[in-house]
């Protein structure tokens, strides 16, 4: 798949469960803007069967390489994220995963069990980005006992492997010239702000600002009943120039272990 399939193929099914990505992209296309992806994020378990490297392969195969890595130890996670080796326009990639080992014994069979259950031609596929849940219909009471332990685990529990975000490039905006401006415009049409850790995570200083709305909720059959749970949301990034005068072009730990917590339920009614 070429990088142009690869993304528009992530953009449609990322749509489909985050209606209010394609309301504000097409906000931002009213108002005069096109619309450029920062990058797009998703998130696994470490276990070698679907790791990051799993996930990065059709990443690497359409000509992405690894750039940099980052450590969450509060959060128990580790993530990689991934540049295109030519086309500058392609999104960066941010690939995260969960360090289960570190988790009680009761989630380590939980998520043993969820990818045990993965068909092996699923698995050797190339294409778990795509694939959204691959287990049981999720039960309630799972969902609860692994939201105590890390909302991360909870949330792949329901969702499954998919782009969990994309992110506009605030810089490449016409109409925009900060983030702080792209936050008054959500807000003024009804979106609501991640807050944790401040609406702006990062400083000039450190040469990114980043801001997401909180996740939307979608209704989920669990074997118990049917409940709202969060599914995925949309990110915005600044990015500013580094010495050089190219643009800074890496993460920082501080602010997404914030922007993690775009999809916390616990989050929503606050
Ligand atoms: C990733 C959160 C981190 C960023 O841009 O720093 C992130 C996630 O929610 O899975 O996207
Ligand atoms: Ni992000």
């Known amino acids: 798949m070429t990088t142009t399939q690869l993304f528009s193929k992530l953009w449609n099914e990322y749509t489909e469960r985050t209606p209010s990505a394609e309301k504000i992209k097409d906000l931002f296309t009213s108002k005069g803007n096109t619309v450029y992806n920062d990058h797009v994020a998703f998130r696994t378990f470490n276990d070698p069967r679907v790791d990051i ?8 195969e359409a000509g992405y390489e690894e750039c940099g890595e980052y450590n969450f130890e509060k959060k128990k996670l580790y993530a990689k994220h991934f540049e295109h080796m030519t086309d500058k326009d392609a999104p960066r990639v941010f690939i995260s995963q969960l360090l289960v080992e570190e988790f009680s014994p009761a989630l380590q069979n939980e998520v043993k069990k969820m990818i045990d259950s993965i068909a092996e031609e699923e698995l050797t596929s190339d294409e778990l980005i795509f694939k959204g849940r691959l287990w049981e219909q999720p039960s309630y009471e799972v969902y609860s006992q692994l939201l105590e332990e890390t909302e991360y685990a909870a949330w792949l529990y329901v969702n499954g492997f ?28 009804g979106f609501k702000m991640n807050a944790s850790g401040g609406e702006i995570k990062g400083t000039p200083e450190q040469l990114l600002e980043q ?21 995925c949301y949309y990110e915005f990034a600044f990015r500013y120039p ?13 602010s997404a272990d914030k922007i993690f917590e775009s999809t916390d339920m616990r989050l929503q009614e606050a």
């Open 242 to 254: 580094m010495i050089t005068g190219e643009l800074y072009s890496g993460f920082i730990a501080g």
């Open 162 to 189: 998919c782009s969990n975000h994309f992110t506009v490039d605030v810089n490449r905006l016409d109409t925009f010239s900060s983030l702080q401006e792209v936050n008054d415009f959500l807000k003024e049409n």
């Open 53 to 60: 490297d799993v996930l990065a392969v059709p990443f690497l």
């Open 211 to 231: 801001s997401s709305v909180l996740a939307d909720r979608i209704p989920v059959e669990f074997q118990e009943r049917t409940q709202e749970i969060t599914s």
